[in-house]
């Protein structure tokens, strides 16, 4: 079992960035894959990007070239680095823990 926290989330313009954090209550380097999916407004949950402890990483073609993530499993932690934010990024955003452990979720809104 493992608890994670997300936190980092925020209002900006449209081109502005954020960077999200998720902290996790054990030891990450226990789940191969970590990453970030997002929740807006009448849509279904989507992946935005995932990381594997060999460093593999998966992104959403939507944020392929502005969105980075990155693991510490040292600390316990993931990120995710937004960069040239749309209004389309608006959305709660969740961090995951091997399809099994969930965030409580981060609110990204970015305003036009």
């Known amino acids: 079992q493992v608890q994670l926290v997300d936190s980092g989330g925020g209002l900006v313009q449209a081109g502005g960035s954020l960077r999200l954090s998720c902290a996790a209550s054990?030891?990450?380097?226990?789940?191969?894959?970590m990453g970030w999916y997002r929740q807006a407004p009448g849509k279904q949950r989507e992946l935005v990007a995932s990381?594997?402890?060999?460093?593999?990483?998966n992104y959403a073609d939507s944020v392929k070239g502005r969105f980075t993530i990155s693991r510490d499993n040292a600390k316990n932690a993931v990120y995710l680095q937004m960069n040239s934010l749309k209004p389309e990024d608006t959305a709660v955003y969740y961090c995951?823990?091997?399809?099994?452990?969930w965030g409580q979720g981060t609110q990204v809104t970015a305003s036009s």
């Open positions: 995951n823990a091997a399809l099994r452990f």
């Open positions: 054990g030891n990450i380097s226990k789940f191969n894959v």
């Open positions: 990381m594997s402890n060999g460093g593999s990483t």
